[in-house]
T-cell receptor, first 117, second 114 residues
Framework: DQQVKQNSPSLSVQEGRISILNCDYT??????FLWYKKYPAEGPTFLIS?????DKNEDGRFTVFLNKSAKHLSLHIVPSQPGDSAVYFC????????????????FGQGTILTVHP | DTEVTQTPKHLVMGMTNKKSLKCEQH?????MYWYKQKAKKPPELMFV???????INESVPSRFSPECPNSSLLNLHLHALQPEDSALYLC?????????????FGSGTQLSVL
C-alpha cells in the first residue's frame, strides 16, 4: 500500500517557466511533509517542508502548497533553472503534534524534473 | 560541516561474506538513520538511532545488524546477504529524532550481492 504517491514519473519544463510537482497521500495521520531533491550518485537533499497547520510555505524560488482536504501537496519552482534538473521526492511523517515520530519518513516514488535551457 | 559521509561508495560482496558500511557526521546530531533504496523506488526506512540507542527497527532481517558506537558514527554490519539485498544504502542524521528536524543524507553505498 503506497501511502505517498507521485503520479508523474517525469516532468519537462523550459528554463524560466514554472515547474509544478504534485504529491498525494492516503494516510490521514500524516501531518508533516517535506520535499527532497536528489542528483545521481548523491543522497537526497532537503528542499522545503510544511506542517499541517499551514497551507503554504515559501523559500526563495520554492513554494509548497498543502490541501489537507484533498490530501494533496505540490511544489512550485519559479523560475525553473537547468540546475534544478533532478529527481524530486515528496515525503511525509506522522506525529507532529505529539513530537514522537522518530523521524520516520515515507517517501513517494519520485518525479524526474528536466529543465531545458 | 553539514556533511554525512558514507564509506565505501561501492561494495560488491558474495553471499557468504561479512562486510560493514560506515557513516559519520560531525554536526552534533543525536539521531541517525539507515534507509534502503532499490532502483526506481523511494528510500525505505530500516533503522533509527536516537541518542545512540536503537529506537526503530522496521522489521529488518537479522542479516543486517546496525551499531552506533558513538553519537558521530553509525555502522551497518552485513552477513549472509541475498542478491535481492542489492540496493543503495543511505545513512542520514538529524538534530534529534523528533519530527520537524530535517534529515541530512549521505551519498550512499551502492551494494551489489553476487
Amino acid at each position: 500500500d503506497q501511502q505517498v504517491k507521485q503520479n508523474s514519473p517525469s516532468l519537462s519544463v523550459q528554463e524560466g517557466r514554472i515547474s509544478i510537482l504534485n504529491c498525494d497521500y492516503t494516510n490521514s495521520m500524516f501531518d508533516y511533509f517535506l520535499w527532497y531533491k536528489k542528483y545521481p550518485a548523491e543522497g537526497p537533499t532537503f528542499l522545503i517542508s510544511i506542517s499541517s497547520i499551514k497551507d503554504k510555505n515559501e523559500d526563495g524560488r520554492f513554494t509548497v502548497f498543502l490541501n489537507k482536504s484533498a490530501k494533496h501537496l505540490s511544489l512550485h519552482i519559479v523560475p525553473s533553472q537547468p540546475g534544478d534538473s533532478a529527481v524530486y521526492f515528496c515525503a511525509a511523517s506522522a506525529g507532529w503534534a505529539g513530537g514522537t515520530s522518530y523521524g520516520k519518513l515515507t517517501f513517494g516514488q519520485g518525479t524526474i524534473l528536466t529543465v531545458h535551457p | 560541516d553539514t556533511e554525512v559521509t558514507q564509506t565505501p561508495k561501492h561494495l560488491v560482496m558474495g553471499m557468504t561474506n561479512k562486510k560493514s558500511l560506515k557513516c559519520e557526521q560531525h554536526m552534533g546530531h543525536r539521531a541517525m538513520y539507515w534507509y534502503k533504496q532499490k532502483a526506481k523506488k523511494p528510500p525505505e526506512l530500516m533503522f533509527v538511532y536516537s541518542y545512540e540507542k536503537l529506537s526503530i527497527n522496521e522489521s529488518v532481517p537479522s542479516r543486517f545488524s546496525p551499531e552506533c558506537p558513538n553519537s558521530s558514527l553509525l555502522n551497518l554490519h552485513l552477513h549472509a546477504l541475498q542478491p535481492e539485498d542489492s540496493a543503495l544504502y543511505l545513512c542520514a542524521s538529524s538534530q534529534t529524532a523528533k519530527q520537524g528536524k530535517k534529515l541530512f543524507f549521505g551519498s550512499g553505498t551502492q551494494l551489489s550481492v553476487l
